[in-house]
């Protein structure tokens, strides 16, 4: 199926927000929070999960992340000395673990073009949380680089890696990811990654209706009884660069519809709290889940929303945190720890940053007029991760 021939109007602006001011009360040494892992914001969910952004960069200029009309070659980086370094990283990571946070995520751009990112890994992976146990330290990728890095990754201490994945025919992949990289190769980088031992594996589709939507299927058959577990992803609104439309966006129930047209599925239950994904395991012949088959998930941001769980936070690469996919603004960790804030402190911030948190930007989404939601200015996807 082709393209959507409706022209998309691409807004020419720099995805990088304005920070938001440090609470006030966070500098007080009156009113210091502690890290006891007791942390909630407003609407009580508590903090359990840390994305890390370790590079702005990226090589695909996939259609719904990162559109090569704006992202082009003139489009100006952030320059190394913006970045966190990976001390910074692990020393704001320290203080999220302190919190709660028992699962970190390293995201991009492509993560794997962070020169020497398995001495983060390594650093991050040392980190226990209060109770002694190891981190959930995983990373998303769209596996470009992936088959010669994966070894180092896993002797670093990385567990598992997600892979972004569009399709499995090369035409259709190509025109989503718009540099002309071939399937086969991310295929390589999955297998790489198996190899090594970064697993289970989970491979993102985003599903864009008229783009990929026929690739549903053989997506399914391919990835069925390999150990892999694919999840279907419906093109969201993040920022304001990729023209999103709500006719754009294939449902998650049309998507299990599709699949249950060809092999039967079974509802299963949630892995753990906040889990974004709704789980569906493949059925043997008498219609029972077979775990050799493995699973499927769907992750419907848009016509299911999971705000009322959601326990993420998000730090971009130059240190701002967060607290939504969809937030338009961050607030400024970089210059504190650059400022010589003691750990103590720091800790106290973003438990004030995280106690002020009331974001639900999906649930209320439904009861925005349509141009609302389409034109709202948003940070974009590329500078914080999915």
Same mark, same amino acid.
């Given at each position: 199926?082709?393209?959507?021939?409706?022209?998309?109007?691409?807004?020419?602006?720099?995805?990088?927000?304005?920070?938001?001011?440090?609470?006030? &009360? /966070?500098?007080?040494?009156?009113?210091?929070? @502690?890290? *006891? +892992?007791?942390?909630?914001?407003?609407? =009580? #969910?508590?903090?359990?999960?840390?994305?890390?952004?370790?590079?702005?960069?990226?090589?695909?200029?996939?259609?719904?992340?990162?559109?090569?009309?704006?992202?082009?070659?003139?489009?100006?980086?952030?320059?190394?000395?913006?970045?966190?370094?990976?001390?910074?990283?692990?020393?704001?990571?320290?203080?999220?673990?302190?919190?709660?946070?028992?699962?970190?995520?390293?995201?991009?751009?492509?993560?794997?073009?962070?020169?020497?990112?398995?001495?983060?890994?390594?650093?991050?992976?040392?980190?226990?949380?209060?109770?002694?146990?190891?981190?959930?330290?995983?990373?998303?990728?769209?596996?470009?680089?992936?088959?010669?890095?994966?070894?180092?990754?896993? &002797? /670093?201490?990385?567990?598992?890696?997600?892979? @972004?994945? *569009? +399709?499995?025919?090369?035409?259709?992949? =190509? #025109?989503?990811?718009?540099?002309?990289?071939?399937?086969?190769?991310?295929?390589?980088?999955?297998?790489?990654?198996?190899?090594?031992?970064?697993?289970?594996?989970?491979?993102?589709?985003?599903?864009?209706?008229?783009?990929?939507?026929?690739?549903?299927?053989?997506?399914?058959?391919?990835?069925?009884?390999?150990?892999?577990?694919?999840?279907?992803?419906?093109?969201?609104?993040?920022?304001?660069?990729?023209?999103?439309?709500?006719?754009?966006?294939?449902?998650?129930?049309?998507?299990?519809?599709?699949?249950?047209?060809?092999?039967?599925?079974?509802?299963?239950?949630?892995?753990?709290?906040?889990?974004?994904?709704?789980?569906?395991?493949?059925?043997? &012949?008498?219609?029972?889940?077979?775990?050799?088959?493995?699973?499927? +998930?769907?992750?419907?941001?848009?016509? =299911?929303?999971?705000?009322?769980?959601?326990?993420?936070?998000?730090?971009?690469?130059?240190?701002?945190?967060?607290?939504?996919?969809?937030?338009?603004?961050?607030?400024?960790?970089?210059?504190?720890?650059?400022?010589?804030?003691?750990?103590?402190?720091?800790?106290?911030?973003?438990?004030?940053?995280?106690?002020?948190?009331?974001?639900?930007?999906?649930?209320?989404?439904?009861?925005?007029?349509?141009?609302?939601?389409?034109?709202?200015?948003?940070?974009?996807?590329?500078?914080?991760?999915?």
């Amino acid at each position: 199926m082709a393209e959507n021939s409706t022209p998309r109007i691409v807004p020419l602006r720099d995805a990088r927000p304005r920070h938001i001011p440090i609470p006030a &009360a /966070a500098m007080d040494a009156s009113s210091r929070i @502690s890290a *006891d +892992g007791s942390l909630r914001d407003r609407l =009580q #969910r508590p903090l359990r999960d840390l994305r890390i952004s370790v590079t702005d960069r990226c090589n695909f200029r996939c259609s719904y992340c990162m559109p090569k009309e704006v992202f082009d070659k003139d489009y100006v980086y952030l320059p190394h000395s913006e970045l966190l370094s990976f001390e910074e990283i692990t020393r704001i990571a320290t203080q999220f673990v302190a919190h709660g946070v028992e699962k970190i995520r390293l995201t991009g751009g492509e993560p794997l073009l962070r020169k020497n990112l398995e001495l983060l890994v390594a650093q991050l992976a040392a980190l226990r949380t209060p109770q002694g146990k190891p981190l959930d330290l995983t990373l998303t990728t769209n596996g470009s680089l992936l088959a010669r890095k994966a070894h180092d990754l896993k &002797a /670093a201490g990385l567990q598992r890696v997600t892979v @972004s994945l *569009d +399709g499995l025919d090369d035409a259709v992949f =190509q #025109r989503m990811n718009d540099v002309d990289f071939p399937v086969a190769d991310v295929l390589d980088g999955i297998a790489a990654a198996q190899a090594a031992g970064l697993g289970p594996i989970k491979v993102n589709m985003v599903v864009k209706r008229g783009t990929n939507d026929q690739e549903i299927l053989p997506m399914a058959r391919h990835f069925r009884g390999s150990g892999v577990v694919l999840r279907f992803i419906e093109y969201m609104d993040v920022g304001a660069t990729n023209g999103w439309r709500m006719d754009d966006v294939l449902p998650s129930s049309a998507v299990i519809a599709r699949l249950q047209s060809a092999m039967p599925l079974v509802a299963l239950e949630p892995a753990q709290a906040g889990e974004t994904a709704q789980r569906w395991g493949y059925a043997d &012949a008498g219609g029972r889940y077979d775990p050799a088959l493995g699973e499927v +998930g769907v992750i419907s941001s848009v016509t =299911q929303a999971f705000c009322g769980s959601c326990n993420r936070a998000r730090l971009s690469t130059e240190g701002q945190l967060f607290l939504c996919l969809f937030a338009s603004q961050g607030y400024d960790l970089r210059s504190l720890v650059r400022g010589h804030l003691d750990d103590a402190d720091l800790a106290s911030a973003i438990g004030h940053i995280w106690q002020g948190r009331s974001d639900r930007y999906s649930a209320l989404r439904a009861g925005m007029p349509p141009d609302h939601a389409q034109g709202a200015k948003r940070v974009e996807m590329s500078y914080i991760g999915g």
